[in-house]
């Protein structure tokens, strides 16, 4: 598997292939804990908010929220403790950046939540990581006995006025637990259940307190923006979203990998054809998922020859989403009836059971595709399909309900002869093998 | 995910002997200690609590280990049923020694998961879902891992095993059958 950078110097890989590199040492030798250094030699906590404002950083768990925005909702003069946490919960289907960040540069990610921290004026810090992801969880608190060892975590750090402690959480195998909200409630030891927004939870979050939370590679992206400065972050990408971006590559591509390139790299044909090596076994380019399962699926026809470039707004032009960056690239062999089935699957194993919508929904999708899946097919499956994901999106209590219908909705309009094979009345036609 | 309560899938019993709960030696004891040490609210360290208990209990939360885990969180032992039958990695029910999860989403699916189902299954006799009649070795089909890049896989116990060919699960599967493997995560190795 490729892990690099395509296009730019790479920032969030720039240690990840160096032997050693969970290490302290190797860490700092290639200029890790000098951006905390810098903050705590004279940045104030808004000094370092209005950097990360400048640098145009998106949050990159799916939503793609300013994260300086965010960080400046926070109420300064709120007398509760103040909580940043690190959303390392990294569940949706394509996506596995967060891990290799993790896996191989630990350290980064502490000196992006201390920085956090200290802008937010938070003491006490969560990592709430995956449960199946417990070697990650053994990798980051290796690395967090290292930085209190050297006086980098706890009382006083560098010899400052600023402490701050930093902590790993488990998860134990819930999708639900990746939305902040649901990821909070996980983190009370309740149910992983969403909660309302408003409040967000900037102002009320764990345990009713101010919370920040952030996905892993966008914390791990603050040391540079204080480093190089916000306006020089923002450069490397584009002016409404600054930086790189990692790309998890996966499916029928020759070079598969996490691919880091400048936010609007051009064109996404290229990015799969070399930097990815093309289509494996000499086969065709069917379909991309660009975004992890959640987005909509692009066919071949809407990526070859239209210069679609790999950003926020190149990608909603395209009729897709950046989402997570999970990009599943499927060739001509797949039939999207079946990769849609598979999709619908996980998200009815995943709604946490709480809104109608998203539970009974996505519980009779399920019914409905694996009735097509026998040959049961009826003309207007179709449309009843369609139907109910549009009583499902919406309508339900959290994003997840809509994740689960756009994947179908544009599966049936992209691709509808995927469909309509399997949508013979068995009386008309040939029967139908699946 | 999580389980729903259906007439054929009751809440489970509660602990029948009120006051009797699992006993665990001084280390553990310390292990819980440092991550009940993390959180202003104990209830914030359930999930930790149940892996050390379930590791510590057989592979599950039997009705003392639930016991001690409300004792030690002061919670009513309902929610401590409530908690662990949401979250999947949370057995209520005993699972093998060697628990092997593959991965069915879609990116290990069109890179060949079925092919290595198949292979498990027929060798171990089994179907996903069921463990063997002598209680070591348990199937599943689980949801994505992150491992997309590196499909097909599975995961066992808590070790990655990835690129899967049917060369490499025997290889793996022999060892397990020998008792040769060695967890490399999350695990005491003599469970
Ligand atoms: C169903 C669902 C699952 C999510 N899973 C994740 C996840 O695994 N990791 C993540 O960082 N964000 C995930 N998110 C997004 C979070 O709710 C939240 O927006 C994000 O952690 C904020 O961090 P960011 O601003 O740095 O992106 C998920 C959202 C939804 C609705
Ligand atoms: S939309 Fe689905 S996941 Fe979200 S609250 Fe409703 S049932 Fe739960
Ligand atoms: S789809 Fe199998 S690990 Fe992601």
Redesign the pocket.
């Known amino acids: 598997m490729f892990i690099g950078a395509i296009d730019c110097e790479p920032l969030q890989l720039r240690r990840a292939g160096l032997e050693n590199s969970q290490s302290l040492d190797v860490y700092r030798k290639n200029g890790g804990y000098e951006a905390i250094k810098k903050v705590l030699d004279g940045m104030s906590p808004d000094d370092v908010i209005g950097e990360v404002k400048k640098s145009a950083l998106r949050g990159r768990g799916g939503a793609g929220f300013p994260t300086g925005m965010k960080w400046s909702f926070v109420p300064k003069d709120s007398p509760k403790p103040k909580y940043v946490v690190c959303n390392a919960d990294e569940s949706e289907p394509g996506t596995f950046k967060d891990r290799y960040l993790m896996e191989r540069d630990p350290h980064m990610l502490i000196e992006g939540m201390l920085i956090a921290a200290y802008a937010l004026g938070a003491r006490t810090n969560y990592i709430y990581t995956r449960g199946e992801y417990r070697y990650l969880i053994e990798i980051m608190d290796r690395a967090l006995a290292e930085a209190r060892e050297a006086g980098l975590l706890g009382e006083k750090i560098l010899g400052s006025k600023f402490s701050c402690d930093i902590y790993t959480h488990t998860g134990a195998g819930a999708y639900?637990c990746g939305e902040e909200t649901a990821l909070l409630s996980s983190l009370e030891g309740l149910r992983g259940?969403?909660r309302m927004k408003p409040p967000f939870p900037a102002v009320s979050g764990l345990y009713q307190s101010p919370t920040v939370v952030n996905n892993v590679e966008t914390l791990t992206a603050v040391p540079d923006i204080i480093k190089m400065g916000g306006e020089a972050y923002q450069k490397l990408g584009t002016e409404k979203s600054g930086g790189t971006k990692l790309w998890s590559v996966s499916g029928h591509v020759n070079r598969p990998g996490v691919f880091e390139l400048p936010m609007g790299y051009d064109d996404m044909e290229k990015f799969i054809m070399e930097d990815c090596q093309g289509i494996a076994n000499g086969r065709q380019l069917k379909a991309v998922i660009p975004g992890g399962s959640s987005v909509y699926i692009m066919p071949a026809g809407d990526v070859i020859g239209k210069d679609v470039r790999m950003d926020y707004e190149g990608l909603v032009a395209a009729g897709s989403m950046v989402g997570s960056g999970g990009f599943i690239v499927m060739d001509d062999t797949v039939d999207v009836f079946e990769s849609t089935k598979n999709l619908i699957e996980f998200y009815k194993h995943e709604?946490?059971?709480?809104?109608t919508p998203?539970?009974e929904g996505t519980d009779w999708l399920v019914k409905i595709f694996r009735r097509i899946a026998n040959g049961e097919g009826r003309p207007e499956d179709a449309q009843l399909i369609l139907d109910l994901c549009d009583n499902i999106e919406g309508k339900?209590?959290?994003p997840?309900?809509d994740a689960a219908a756009w994947p179908i909705q544009s599966a049936i309009k992209k691709f509808p002869e995927d469909f309509k094979k399997h949508l013979l009345p068995l009386t008309q036609g040939e029967a139908v093998t699946v | 995910m999580s389980q729903q309560f259906t007439p054929n899938n009751p809440l489970p019993q509660e602990a029948k002997v009120p006051g009797e709960i699992a006993v665990f030696s001084p280390e553990v004891e310390a292990e819980i200690d440092r991550h009940l040490a993390k959180y202003p609210v104990k209830r914030s360290a359930i999930l930790p609590l149940m892996f050390i208990v379930q590791r510590e209990r057989g592979g599950y939360l039997d009705p003392l280990g639930v016991a001690y885990l409300a004792d030690r969180l002061g919670v009513r032992i309902t929610d401590i049923w409530e908690v662990a039958t949401f979250y999947s990695m949370i057995n209520t029910e005993p699972v093998g020694k060697y628990h092997i999860q593959i991965c069915k989403t879609l990116s290990c699916k069109i890179m060949g998961e079925p092919k290595i189902t198949e292979h498990v299954c027929s060798r171990l006799g089994i179907r996903p879902g069921e463990t063997t009649p002598d209680g070591r070795f348990t199937v599943s089909l689980v949801e994505c891992l992150g491992s997309c890049g590196t499909a097909p896989m599975f995961q066992l116990g808590f070790d990655y095993h990835e690129n899967l060919t049917t060369e490499k699960v025997d290889e793996i599967l022999d060892r397990c059958e020998r008792d040769e493997y060695v967890f490399q995560h999350g695990r005491k190795d003599e469970l």
């Open positions: 639900i259940h969403p709604s946490c059971g709480w809104c998203c539970r339900s209590f959290c997840l309900g």
